[in-house]
């Protein structure tokens, strides 16, 4: 399998290819990396993930990542040898991704206006962090110990912190995680400190803690793990493998995520194209993106709602200068992302261009939803049994929303991703105190 895996350029008018230790996140053009795989697997796999479910004692069958490992294995291991598995793959004793799989919930399901039986929701809240971001958390570290690194590095205000904080802490490397100073409650980072990250408080916004980030992990040795990694939508992969998994790998006709950084997106698209590549699905499900009202850049652009253009990834040819004179409004107009479901509170996705190649590839769209409207997605999940945060709501009234448009049919088969868990415990609490709330049980007394 050796020289198996490789990074290429995106943008298919560049197509530079680096080797599979290459740690920049961009080709030297400025343009966003896949991960490679030059041979296709087989379909037979299917039998051996569905065997490994019977973990027999390994982390890495019950890990719900690398249970998959066939298919991101970039580290180009022999995936049935056992102790080379246990020498590369980063795992948090095969918690990751373990408990995430997809669910009928009935209390969400009359509330969308869908047949139970038709309607999926996977909480990926259940990952040992508490978000999806573990799935590839476990793939980035796993490249990061790879190539030798110390230290890893991300910007980030919440999840992607706990994340990179846990891994980095089982893995005895040190993790910094910037952040703006003086915009971020502390309690966002309770993670982030708890794991023993190092928080690097940096003047200006979070584009610029990114950016700060990003220079700081090129010169001192860090190596960044946002999403824009591309090692990190590897691990992302499994997410819809295991939608597929639990399907018979029968194709949905919808998955739905909420649009933040759209790693998810770009992640969800990557797998569905190898999928159809290899030949292992035959129908390729249409992805739908949740935006919020507050933060709705994937929906303006993608609907044309600013420049009257309705922006598309145009087979690799995606009118970039269109998103350059989007952000420059929003900074001429002082227009900063604000939604209380904070993560999805992104107003420069860092993954646009693969976000843009996953709804081509899908014929998949792009809309928005309100601040309440999550807040009742998150609620009645939460009244089938299910914890998820107001973001993960965000997956349910699109949903809800798409089919009372009539985008997504009654009949449709639509699996939603909640990404993560609860963990502003005063969300809930509020909701459920107003009993104006659609959804609410207020105390009594
Ligand atoms: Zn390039």
Known sequence: MQ????????????????????????????????????????????????????????????SGVWRFRDLLNFCQIDTENLDECSKYLVSLDGAEGRQSKPY???????????SNNNLWLQPEGYNPS???????????????????????????????????????????????????????????????????????????????????????????????????????????KTIPFRALEYLDWESPDWIVYPGGALGNTSSCGKALMELYEWGWIKKIPRIAVINSEGASTLSDLYNGKFEGEEIRWNKGNPNTELISRYYNHLDKEGLKPKTKATAIQIGRPANILKGLRALEFTNGVATTVSDSEMLDGMSVVGLNGFDCEMASGASVVGIKKLIDEEIIKKDDIVVGILTGRQKDAMIPVDYHRNPENRFAIPPKN
């Open 3 to 62: 020289g198996d895996a490789y990074l290429k350029c995106v943008d298919p008018q560049c197509g530079l290819e680096y080797p599979i230790e290459n740690t920049n996140v961009q080709c030297e053009k400025g343009h966003m990396l896949d991960v490679k795989y030059k041979n296709k697997p087989s379909s037979s796999l299917k039998e051996v993930f569905y065997e490994r479910r019977n973990s027999e004692g390994s982390i890495f069958n019950e």
């Open 104 to 114: 009928h919930m009935s209390k969400a399901a009359e509330f969308i206006g869908i």
């Open 130 to 236: 508490g978000s999806f971001k573990d799935n590839g958390m476990a793939t980035a570290v796993t490249h990061a110990k790879m190539i030798g690194a110390k230290k890893i590095v991300c910007a980030s205000t919440g999840n992607t912190s706990a994340s990179a904080g846990m891994f980095a802490a089982n893995e005895g490397m040190n993790c910094d995680v910037y952040i703006p100073a003086g915009q971020i409650a502390p309690g966002k980072l309770s993670q982030a400190y708890q794991f023993g990250a190092q928080i690097v408080e940096v003047d200006g916004n979070f584009d610029d803690a990114l950016k700060q980030s990003l220079d700081d992990a090129q010169n001192h040795d860090g190596y960044t793990v946002n999403s824009i990694n591309p090692f990190r939508i590897e691990g992302q």
